[in-house]
């Protein structure tokens, strides 16, 4: 167990669709990464939070957004979902270095959202 | 931009075979290296780190990782590969610039493990 939780475990929608998923970080850490993992594109890195701020974005559609809210736990948001949005998503969460904001890098991911858009 | 680069996308060995996984990463600053494992129906796990000092690092279930800095390659390794190493296998490399970090996993290797 790596101390990240996600929910839910399952999502099963319709296109055009809008949904959320959440993770909750391991305690004390303050960065949270948004990772989607499919077959075709392996594993994507999305966005990343730190403290409440974004630090860094990656492969983000414009109709994903995420926040992390000030119990650090985080949203990913997905809206006018299309087939193609199938995918796992994994949060992950990382600990901090001496200075405030750098990370070492390790992550401890959760166990995954499954989304299946139909 | 950082790029991480893993250039063998499904590898296939039997049980007792030496196992090495090539993991090469573009650039130029201080960087953080990982390798990650993913068992089937499971979430990521770290398997080994390298941040400094000794360039070989040992991580869990016997494998291991050489940094060669000249080389920018961080190839994961074990000398006797069993059925229950069948998984995925990512590189990752974590940089830190300008007040921000960023981390970039590479493809993924896909090993299986015939008994």
């Known amino acids: 167990d790596s101390g990240v939780t996600q929910t839910p475990k399952h999502l099963i929608t319709a296109t055009g669709q809008r949904v959320t998923l959440r993770c909750s970080p391991r305690s004390g850490d303050l960065s949270v990464y948004w990772y989607q993992q499919s077959l075709d594109q392996g594993l994507q890195f999305l966005i990343q939070y730190y403290n409440g701020e974004e630090r860094a974005k990656g492969n983000i559609l414009e109709r994903f957004s995420a926040q992390q809210f000030p119990d650090l736990h985080s949203e990913l948001n997905l809206s006018s979902l299309e087939l193609g949005d199938s995918a796992l998503y994994f949060c992950a969460s990382s600990g901090q270095g001496v200075l405030a904001g750098v990370g070492l890098g390790e992550q401890f991911f959760g166990p995954g959202t499954r989304l299946t858009v139909l | 931009a950082q790029s991480v680069s893993q250039h063998n996308h499904h590898v296939i060995l039997s049980e007792a075979a030496s196992l090495e996984l090539g993991c090469n990463y573009s650039y130029g600053g201080t960087v953080n290296l990982f390798w990650y494992v993913q068992y089937p129906g499971q979430h990521l796990q770290l398997l080994l780190k390298?941040?400094?000092?000794?360039?070989l690092v040992k991580g869990i279930k016997g494998f291991e990782a050489e940094f060669i800095k000249s080389k920018f390659s961080f190839n994961l390794r074990k000398p006797s590969v069993q059925w229950s190493d069948t998984a995925e296998y990512f590189c990752?490399?974590?940089?830190?610039?300008?007040?921000?970090?960023?981390?970039?996993f590479g493809i993924g290797t896909k090993l299986q493990v015939i008994p």
């Open positions: 390298y941040f400094s000092g000794d360039p």
């Open positions: 990752a490399v974590n940089t830190y610039s300008g007040g921000y970090q960023k981390v970039t």
